[in-house]
């Protein structure tokens, strides 16, 4: 059975569950919205993926704009959000297969996956190894482009995004870097680095969405143009003047796309 806390460092509204699947630990933080009247619209619930070496924190803001529209599932996965590290590098697949093993244990039925920039990767793994079983997929600044598979371009690259993100981008990320430890942060960068998104988003049979900001300079232009192009029903959005954390600090115009991609 999973551990229940309700609002422990969570969004309000919050049910907070921690579950084992095939000996890895993943949380799911399950945000509702009471203030609002209920929608006639029957929506997807929304999953929500974190980033290398970050944790469902990131994915606050957007949460709370997306759960006026339906439910909303922030996952932190095992060894981020200080979750027990596994003893060995999990590869986007596994990272993936844990996610797809959390939604046949809860019953979440073909939601809309939503990843930011390893994440992605693992959200499109999911839907590439089981396209029934997901309604829309979102990747927010994917990772990684063909010219940028090194840990020091990828390091470069994000410190250039990061002068375009607010400080409380910066510090949630800090802290959550922090929390995962430089170990495991290394070893789930080689994983993110040897994953070829790009050859599964033609499995992908769901709509799928790529969203960079301005200045990300982790997901150049042509890699989300790319990324698009390689699924059947995919397309890009550029928002305007946000950096790689733009799910944070642009939640609201993030949140808008999502929904409007994810219309029933």
Known sequence: MPLTVRGAGAPDAADVHEHR?????????????????????????????????????????LARHLARAGTVHLLDLPGFGRLPRPRHRLEVEELAAVVAGWLQRTGVER?????HSMGAQVVAEVAAAAPASVSGVVLVGPTTDLEGRSAVRQMLRLARSSVHESTAARAVLLRSYVECGPRWYVSELRAMLGHRVEERLGEVRAPLLVVRGEHDRVTPAPWAALLADAAPYG??????????????????????????HAVP
């Open 21 to 61: 699947i095939d000996g890895l630990v993943l949380r799911a933080r399950t945000l509702r919205d009471t203030t609002d009247a209920p929608s006639d619209d029957v929506r997807a619930d929304t999953v929500l993926v974190h980033g290398l070496g970050a944790s469902s924190a990131s994915f606050e803001p």
């Open 235 to 260: 397309r890009a959005a550029t928002v305007p003047g946000a950096g790689h954390a733009v799910m944070y600090d642009r939640a609201r115009e993030v949140a808008d796309l999502v929904l409007g």
């Open 111 to 115: 939601p809309v996956l939503v990843g």
